[in-house]
């Protein structure tokens, strides 16, 4: 039979593209620009609608009322000479400081504290690891809200202004808060702020260095202290060459208050041991199920070398534990940032409690809605971002 030479080798022709919901591919396509579709008329109809009910109601939108005298008193401003006369912008610029000052310090006074209760819940002492047992349990099943409301309350039982406790060096307690001295600032600080930062770079460079030459040589070089040295030598030094300019704002009893120096409110004080207490008690759980995660047999290795038991949970069990540790512990840094909005239950001026003081005196509610989101929404995304960064850099690497 004789065949065709040019029919050899020669393809099937093809059967193209069928346009049917029977094939998958074009199903998807389809469900997904049908989903599209249906979220932007939604969109579109709230926008409309929203805009509809403002004319109707003649409210006036836009960001326009932040360029308006605020009026508002705020009666802790550690950051920026703050008076009621200035605009609704600065008042809420406070706020978003007061919240990153309470979720910056909750985060690492959390983190310490949750460790250590942690680490004492696996102790080998009984009293110690019941006592931390106790603790977490009681902490995580009362309420966050009402934990603050108590807190407040202890507060604001101390003594008064004229009965404050002097603890000396020029440091009160009453129950307007902690008075403290503070140091004025002098043209020359700068300098010593910039030293400081150089000691800082100095820091991190000295540890890079110190992990290559152990990862080649195995030997170990104190980087922590010597860290720590430049992060301290560097500024006091510069400090000395400026002169050694010091001078302290002390408080002092005048009337029915104190004057000068620094203070630190009951309210912010409540808000900050509420979240760090309450918190604690879940980052020690996290901190206990990490270290429960390394494989018993790490312990008995490093046990056989002769190290000691504090320093096998320091070098050998607990940069194991952190692979597991880190993720966990990026949701409870994000809770305590957005737990700190129940400062307005309290009194302490956050984003949340100017916000709506905000809201109340100009009607921009949808306005002051979207500032509150879009800030939380950047603290929370920023936190994940460096957390998520971290947990790449600790995690295993395949070769």
Aim: aromatic share 10%; charged share 10%.
């Amino acid at each position: 039979m004789a065949t065709n030479p040019h029919v050899i080798g020669r393809r099937p022709p093809s059967a193209g593209v069928r346009l049917s919901l029977s094939d998958p591919t074009v199903r998807g396509v389809v469900y997904q620009v049908v989903m599209i579709g249906l979220v932007a008329a939604l969109g579109y109809w709230l926008v409309r609608n929203t805009m509809h009910n403002l004319e109707v109601r003649k409210i006036a939108s836009g960001f326009g009322f932040l360029s308006r005298e605020a009026g508002l008193p705020i009666g802790d401003t550690p950051f920026l000479d703050y008076t009621p006369e200035d605009s609704y912008l600065t008042a809420l610029v406070v706020g978003v400081l007061n919240t990153a000052r309470v979720a910056v310090a909750g985060v690492i006074l959390a983190t310490v504290l949750g460790t250590f209760i942690g680490i004492a819940r696996l102790s080998k002492n009984w009293l110690l690891a019941r006592c931390a047992h106790l603790y977490v349990e009681v902490m995580r099943n009362i309420p966050l809200l009402l934990q603050l409301i108590f807190w407040w309350v202890v507060l604001q039982s101390l003594p008064g202004v004229r009965q404050a406790i002097d603890f000396g060096f020029s440091i009160f307690l009453s129950n307007r808060g902690i008075k403290y001295p503070v140091p004025i600032w002098q043209p020359g600080y700068g300098v010593v702020l910039g030293a400081f930062a150089v000691g800082c770079v100095v820091a991190w460079g000295v540890a890079r260095w110190a992990r290559l030459r152990q990862e080649a040589t195995g030997q170990q070089f104190p980087s922590f202290w010597a860290g720590l040295g430049a992060m301290l030598g560097l500024p006091l030094l510069a400090f000395l060459a400026i002169g050694a300019p010091a001078e302290l704002s002390r408080p002092a009893l005048r009337g029915f208050n104190f004057v000068g120096g620094g203070t630190l409110t009951p309210e912010f004080a409540a808000l900050l041991i509420g979240l760090v207490t309450y918190t604690a008690a879940f980052i020690a759980e996290i901190v206990r199920s990490g270290i429960l995660a390394v494989p018993q047999g790490q312990w008995e290795a490093a046990g056989s070398l002769g190290l000691p038991r504090s320093r096998v949970l320091k070098l050998v069990v607990l940069p194991q534990a952190l692979r597991v540790i880190v993720p966990p512990m990026t949701s409870q840094y994000l809770n305590i940032t957005k737990n700190s909005s129940l400062a307005v239950a309290i009194g302490y001026p956050d984003l949340v409690s100017i916000a709506n003081t905000t809201m109340n005196q100009t009607g921009q509610a949808i306005e002051g809605v979207a500032i509150i989101m879009a800030v939380y929404l950047t603290i929370s995304l920023s936190i994940s971002a460096f957390m998520n960064w971290y947990n790449r850099r600790i995690a295993l690497v395949e070769r």
